[in-house]
C-alpha cells in the first residue's frame, strides 16, 4: 500500500513540505464565508523548524477582517483575498499580508 502525501491536508511538518519542494505557507481565515487569507514567504517560514506541524501554528493566526482566531495552514504561494495578520509570540511582532 502506498503512502500518499496529501496537499490539502494540513497535518504534514514543515519538514516534509519542505522535502516536497514547497517553502512558502498560505494562511486562511477559518470562516469559508470570510475566506481571507495571506502568504507567509520562505523568508518567515525558513525561521521555524522541520519539525513543527502545520496544525501546530494555526491557533496564532486572527483574521484582521472578520476577528476569528486561528487558520487554515498550506503549503504554497497563491493568495487571494489578503487580510490575515499573524502575531508571531517569539518576535513579539505582527506580520500582515503581503507579497
Ligand atoms: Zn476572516
Not at 496537499?7 to 514547497?22: C, D, H, N, Q
Not at 486562511?28 to 517560514?45: E, G, M, T, W
Request: hydrophobic share 35%.
Amino acid at each position: 500500500m502506498a503512502t500518499v502525501l496529501t496537499a490539502a491536508r494540513s497535518k504534514i511538518t514543515l519538514g516534509e513540505m519542505r522535502e516536497s519542494g514547497v517553502r512558502d505557507l498560505l494562511v486562511f481565515c477559518q470562516d469559508y464565508r470570510c475566506s481571507r487569507n495571506v502568504k507567509l514567504s520562505a523568508v518567515y517560514v525558513d525561521r521555524w523548524p522541520d519539525k513543527i506541524r502545520l496544525p501546530d501554528l494555526e491557533p496564532r493566526f486572527i483574521c484582521q477582517v472578520c476577528g476569528k482566531r486561528g487558520a487554515i495552514l498550506r503549503g504554497g504561494s497563491n493568495a487571494t483575498r489578503k487580510a490575515i495578520r499573524f502575531h508571531d509570540e517569539g518576535l513579539g511582532a505582527t506580520v500582515r499580508g503581503s507579497d
